[in-house]
């Protein structure tokens, strides 16, 4: 079955960076969008970015020229690089895909925490 593991959350303080790693299994990788969501407490989740299966990136404004994503299509796992970050940032981040069935399936999480 599809599983996503998180990995690499921690604490910071302002100006930091992280990598955050989501291994996947269950489906085919490589062919496959994957995205990066978080949610702040008291706050709806939202979408950080994403890369498609052929390395395409998008990513919401407020992390543009921050973050990054990457896959390792040979090691089944996305990153996602987090520079100069700040107390907004503080957040559970998840993984996710939507496979061809149209189900959608999320990691547990990793918490990132920014403090000033």
């Known amino acids: 079955q599809v599983q996503l593991v998180e990995s690499g959350g921690g604490s910071v303080h302002t100006g930091g960076s992280l990598r955050l790693s989501c291994a996947a299994s269950?489906?085919?990788?490589?062919?496959?969008?994957m995205g990066w969501y978080r949610q702040a407490p008291g706050k709806q989740r939202e979408l950080v970015g994403l890369?498609?299966?052929?390395?395409?990136?998008a990513f919401t404004d407020s992390v543009k020229g921050r973050f990054t994503i990457s896959r390792d299509n040979a090691k089944n796992t996305v990153y996602l690089e987090m520079n100069s970050l700040k107390p907004e940032d503080t957040a559970v981040y998840y993984c996710?895909?939507?496979?061809?069935?149209?189900?959608?399936?999320w990691g547990k999480g990793t918490l990132v925490t920014v403090s000033s």
């Open positions: 269950g489906f085919i990788f490589s062919t496959y969008t």
């Open positions: 890369i498609t299966s052929g390395g395409s990136t």
């Open positions: 996710h895909v939507t496979v061809d069935s149209g189900m959608d399936y």
